[in-house]
């Protein structure tokens, strides 16, 4: 608090007391940073969830779209307030989808009603087309398995409780954000600017991206313990 406090931006107090404090607060950022062979095995889950539930592979494919994405789950999901009277998101729809060659574009609303647009790769566009077939541009991409909401696209809890399912499934606790952590890592992992993973995260500070990258030299030794274990 007292750090936010004291920013250029706010000012509000003229020093840090708590700068020189000897609180120790633990680094949670790597238990949030799968691995990748544990984000085939929760792949795997997905599909199998997918097959007993009938779901025409809604699990799977929202599972690959938050993770080769990196968007947040608030961003794709139907958020309501006041007893569902007030729409604070609308959800994922068809026509926030547009193609650039073979690869698609995903438009988001994030927070503070910044819109981005997301380039995804040419094999999870593949997917979604296929996944997509006639569907127009106003049909909800994620339509929510809930009678009393038929119609309408996948809500927040119905996007957490699709999550749970696969956790389960798989034996890995891990949620939306964990994907988007995962993503953020794996992307610099492989050569992606700063510039661009600030871009495509949506963050207004490069100080906020770089909270979410757990840095090579830790993320190639949690690899290695995992590996050992399994």
């Known amino acids: 608090m007292w750090e936010w406090g004291t920013r250029a931006s706010i000012g509000y107090f003229a020093i840090d007391l708590g700068k020189d404090l000897s609180i120790q607060w633990d680094d949670k950022l790597a238990e949030r940073i799968l691995s990748e062979r544990e984000i085939a095995k929760l792949e795997k889950a997905a599909i199998e969830v997918d097959l007993q539930h009938n779901t025409n592979k ?5 599972l690959t779209l938050v993770f080769y994405s990196g968007v947040r789950a608030g961003e794709i999901a139907r958020q309501t307030s006041d007893y569902g009277k ?3 998101t609308p959800g ?10 073979d690869c698609l574009l995903l438009t988001v609303t994030g927070k ?24 127009s ?13 038929r119609g309408k696209p996948l809500s927040d809890r119905g996007l957490r409780l699709m999550m749970a399912e696969i956790s389960a499934s798989a034996g890995i606790k891990f949620s939306a954000h964990f994907l988007r952590h995962t993503h953020a890592t794996l ?3 492989n050569g992606a600017s700063d510039f661009d993973l600030q871009a495509d995260l949506g963050h207004a500070s490069p100080a906020t991206t770089a909270k979410y990258i757990c840095p090579l030299k830790n993320y190639l030794s949690l ?7 399994v």
């Open 58 to 62: 809604m699990h799977w494919l929202l």
């Open 137 to 149: 541009n106003d049909e909800p991409v994620f339509p929510s398995p809930s009678r009393r909401d």
């Open 86 to 88: 007030r729409i604070v």
């Open 187 to 189: 992307a610099k992992k």
């Open 92 to 101: 994922l729809f068809w026509r926030q989808f547009r193609e650039d060659g």
């Open 223 to 229: 690899l290695n313990n995992y590996c050992q274990v």
């Open 112 to 135: 503070r009603n910044k819109t981005r647009t997301i380039s995804l790769d040419l094999e999870t566009s593949a997917v979604l087309l296929d996944y997509r077939g006639d569907a």
